[in-house]
């Protein structure tokens, strides 16, 4: 083997190095972890290393009615099904901005991370009220489109002002709700009053884990898990 092929092995080796650590996340959630990636998650994190350097505010969903409660409000006769952990962001102080994205396409300020009864990851939701344009959720959604054109899609009304988009396969269900107009808000600081765009953006994520265990049924009036249906949406 010559030097130059030697070399030259040697570069694409660096390069696939490089390449593949590029492709992981941060092994925390944190203000100075960077931009957790949620496109890339495995769902075979360690939970408890997700939450090791941040602020999280952890619930249970427990007993045959599903009621969720705070950790430190659980009882010895409650039956845990379900840990929702809750990454707060308020005014970007805990974890700074865009500590969530999707594969760079668009990012999110809140996250909470479903896990089973032995915290196993198997849902995940994250917010935005984006304070972009339309256009640019609209772009989001396309993307979506197309990177899961070989799944089943729909797209419908909710009652109210928003839309949901839905794909699923046998292994995953993808949900992404949005308003249908550009929001504001309105903001006073030391007596000065703005008003800033401020759109709704929410997409959910479900894995195989939580397809096989039917989890569904668990979370079927929770604000966070809830996959909409029939009876959610708007007639024409």
């Given amino acids: 083997m010559t030097i130059k092929t030697m070399i030259l092995n040697l570069l694409l080796f660096l390069t696939s190095c490089v390449k593949s650590q590029e492709m992981k996340n941060p092994h925390y959630i944190c203000k100075d972890c960077g931009s ?3 496109a890339k998650m495995s769902f075979n994190e360690n939970i408890s290393d997700l ?3 941040t602020e999280v505010w952890k619930t249970a969903i427990v007993n045959n009615d599903n009621e969720e409660k705070e950790i430190e409000n659980l009882s010895k006769s409650d039956t845990i099904k379900l840990y929702k952990y809750h ?8 974890l700074g901005k865009r500590p969530f994205n999707y594969n760079n396409q668009f990012f999110f300020d ?28 609209m772009d989001f959604a396309n993307y979506l489109k197309k990177e899961n054109q070989m799944f089943e899609f ?10 949901v988009y839905q794909w699923r396969s046998e ?3 993808i949900q992404l709700v949005k308003d249908n107009t550009e929001g504001t808000e309105e903001n006073t600081v030391n007596g000065k009053t703005s008003i800033r765009k401020s759109t709704y953006v929410k997409l959910n994520f479900y894995n195989q884990l939580f397809i096989e ?3 569904e049924k668990l979370v079927q009036s929770d604000t966070d898990f ?3 249906n029939e009876k959610h949406y708007q007639k024409n």
Avoid at 87 to 94: G, L, P
Avoid at 154 to 163: A, I, P, T, Y
């Fill in 226 to 228: 809830l996959i909409f």
């Fill in 213 to 215: 265990e039917s989890m």
């Fill in 171 to 173: 292994g995953k269900i």
């Fill in 36 to 38: 957790f990636d949620l």
């Fill in 87 to 94: 990454f707060s962001n308020q005014r970007n102080k805990i």
């Fill in 154 to 163: 729909r797209q419908n009304k909710l009652f109210g002002d928003l839309s």
């Fill in 110 to 137: 809140g996250l909470v991370i479903l896990t089973d009864e032995n915290n196993k990851i198997c849902a995940y939701e994250t917010v935005n009220f984006y304070d972009g344009n339309m256009s640019e959720i």
């Fill in 51 to 53: 939450i090791s350097k």
